[in-house]
Structure formats: structure tokens, C-alpha cells
């Protein structure tokens, strides 16, 4: 995601930047909020009801425009190999069995998982993932203080969102230990998939099918709802919708919906997705060396389906079968090179 891009309105203009979720943070004071013991509740000065979830939201969002706009020093979306390295550290220090694989850059301009430490039979175990590590709703709704009921794809966004504000502990957040900020961090920051295009791409995909703009219309409507959803938790109810959409404070909340619908799996018969930190690395093959798995415990396991030789790419089959659910999905298509 281009940075520059991020402190412009669409429109040119940098009117409304302390406004994120329709909340005015160049005025916003937590200390004026205080706990009424009469009705048990959060009120601000005006007595209004804040609600905690409102609160909680609100911290990282006031955190967000910090990082953004006033300190610019902090480039919350550089990572490095250093940053991957920590990453797996975490992840095997939390019972991930990583030994056999590394994250390198891959052909796509992104990172894939390699073979590494000799060639692997077929069947073998590739590596580990605790069920611990498997993220998903009740665990984005209890990190966040939100009710179960909250649709897969808003909490576990906001969780993403959550996650990258905590990344600097010297600064104003809830959950300054946050567990999943190098995760959050190890992200990919240019994304393709359908949240971000526009009506040029769609025009580029119309030509070639009316199904690639019917999946992008859906990707990009989950998208929407999902936005509307947080702001329908958070806001007040005075403050137009259309901040949100219209001010690029919402980008990192688009990116994080990216990610969120390219990264998470299913497993089983669930119908809900979990997002899988370091195993989300697997780029898509049609003629992929491993699958994905879970045990009797949910632990998930990366398991070669062919032999793989040292140094050689890891892949799995991200089963789907269409290339215009592909390209809506995970930015990418099989088939044709794309708008350049
Ligand atoms: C689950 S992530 C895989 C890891 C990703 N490459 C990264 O840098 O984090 C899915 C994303 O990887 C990229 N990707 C995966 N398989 C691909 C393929 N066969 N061709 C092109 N891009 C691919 C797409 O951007 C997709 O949305």
C-alpha cells in the first residue's frame, strides 16, 4: 500500500483527518470519560452513553491517526527479515514445529514458505501449527470485548487493526502486549484482491467475463458490510457513514479486510474461517507438494504431498476452482495477467 496514498482524501483534500469511524480524535479526550455508578455504565461529559466496546475501538483508532498523520517516523507497514525471523520465533515458542520451513520473497512479490535443512519424502510432516495459533472469531471477539454474534470477517479485521497498534509499547493502547503485533506486521502491504480495485480493473475483468465482475461486486459488498458493521458498533449515532468510506483513515481498515478475506481457511465442517499465522505464507498451486490438515486436537499440519527438495517453494491448493473467485479473493488469476 503506497503511504503517500494514505494521507490524501480521494478527493485531494486532507479535511476530516482526525476523523476515523466518525469520531473526531483532534477533540477526542479519554480522561473526560467516566464510569456512572448509578447505572452502571460509561458516560461522557455531555453525559452521553460510550459504550466499552466503543472505547476499546477507539483507543487504536486514536492510536492509528497518531501513527499516521503526527509521527511519521513510524512506518507501521515495513517489515523485514528480521521481523519474519521474529515471527517464527513467537510462533515455535508458542509449540509451532517450523524447523524444516523459511519465509523468503517469492516470485509474486510477496513472500512464500521454502523447503529448507534437506529434501522431504512424500507424507512427511512439513510443519506444525498449534491450535493455539489458529485465530478465529470467539478468539478476535474476546481479545476485542466484542459480543460473539460479530460477523467472522469484522473481528477478526479489527483484531488485525488491534494487532498492528500494539506494535509500539511505549504508546497509549489497551493491549499493549498484543500478541499478534508481529504477526500483524509481517503482512503484505501491497494487495490486490477485489477491496481494492477500481473501476478500471473491474472494466479490465468485465471484458473478459461478467462472473469476474459479479465475484469482485460480491468481495467488494462483504467488504462494505463489514465496514458498515464496525461503524454501526462504534459510532455515534449522528455522524454520517460516509466518513469512513469517504476518509483514507479507512484504508487500514480496507487492508485489513484484504487480508482477513485472502488469508483465513476453513477446516472440517465449520463454516466459519481462522486466520493462520506463518501456514498463511502457502501461496496457491495447481500442482501443489502439500496440504493442509488438522489432528484429533486441531492442531493444524502442513503435510507433503509429493517429495520436495531443499529449497524448493511449498504450495498448497487454495480449492477454488474459478479463476474469477481467484482473482476477487486473492488478487490473482491463472489465466490472464491482469490490468497493469
Ligand atoms: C495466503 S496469501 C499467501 C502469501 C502471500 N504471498 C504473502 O506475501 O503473504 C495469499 C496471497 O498470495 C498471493 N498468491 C498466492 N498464490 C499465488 C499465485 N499462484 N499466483 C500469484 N499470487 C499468489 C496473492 O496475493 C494472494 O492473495
Redesign the pocket.
Same mark, same amino acid.
Given at each position: 500500500m503506497d503511504q503517500s496514498a494514505i494521507s490524501q482524501n480521494d478527493d485531494g483534500s486532507d479535511e476530516e483527518e482526525d476523523y476515523i469511524f466518525g469520531v473526531d480524535f483532534s477533540k477526542f479526550d479519554v480522561s473526560e470519560v467516566r464510569f456512572d455508578e448509578g447505572d452502571e455504565k460509561l458516560v461522557n461529559n455531555d453525559s452521553n452513553y460510550v459504550s466499552k466496546q466503543q472505547l476499546s475501538v477507539s483507543f487504536h483508532c486514536a492510536k492509528l491517526v497518531q501513527y499516521q498523520w503526527t509521527d511519521r517516523k513510524h512506518n507501521i507497514f515495513d517489515t523485514n527479515d528480521r521481523d519474519i525471523q521474529k515471527l517464527f520465533a513467537w510462533a515455535e515458542a508458542q509449540g509451532a514445529n517450523l524447523a524444516k520451513i523459511t519465509c523468503c520473497h517469492?516470485a509474486?512479490d510477496?513472500?512464500?514458505l521454502y523447503l529448507k535443512g534437506g529434501s522431504i519424502a512424500t507424507g512427511s510432516v512439513v510443519a506444525v501449527l498449534p491450535r493455539s495459533l489458529r485465530i478465529g472469531q470467539n478468539h478476535a471477539c474476546q481479545k476485542l470485548g466484542l459480543k460473539n454474534s460479530t460477523p467472522d470477517l469484522s473481528a477478526l479485521s479489527l483484531l488485525l487493526v488491534d494487532a498492528l497498534m500494539a506494535d509500539d509499547e511505549s504508546e497509549i493502547c489497551h493491549s499493549k502486549d498484543n500478541e499478534l503485533s508481529l504477526y500483524a506486521k509481517c503482512?503484505?502491504r501491497h #494487495?490486490?484482491?477485489a477491496v481494492f480495485m477500481t473501476d478500471d480493473d473491474l472494466e479490465y475483468w468485465g471484458r473478459l467475463g461478467q462472473k469476474y465482475v459479479t465475484n469482485i461486486r460480491k468481495v467488494q459488498d462483504q467488504a462494505t458490510s463489514c465496514m458498515h458493521y464496525i461503524q454501526d458498533c462504534i459510532l455515534p449515532p449522528d455522524v454520517s457513514r460516509t466518513v469512513i468510506i469517504r476518509n483514507n483513515h479507512s484504508l487500514l481498515l480496507k487492508w485489513a479486510i484484504a487480508m482477513v478475506q485472502?488469508?483465513t481457511h476453513s477446516f472440517g465442517s465449520h463454516k466459519c474461517r481462522w486466520l493462520t499465522p506463518i501456514f498463511?505464507?502457502?501461496?496457491?498451486?495447481v500442482d501443489p507438494n502439500c496440504r493442509l490438515e488438522g489432528d484429533a486436537q486441531g492442531n493444524l499440519i502442513l503435510r507433503a504431498t509429493t517429495s520436495i527438495q531443499q529449497g524448493e517453494e511449498i504450495?498448497i491448493d487454495?480449492q477454488v476452482s474459478d479463476d474469477a473467485k481467484l482473482v476477487a479473493?486473492?488478487? #490473482?488469476s491463472?489465466l490472464h495477467r491482469g490490468p497493469t
Open positions: 517469492d509474486f510477496g513472500n512464500g503482512l503484505p #494487495f490486490h484482491n485472502s488469508r498463511d505464507f502457502c501461496n496457491h498451486s504450495t487454495y479473493t486473492y488478487g #490473482f491463472l
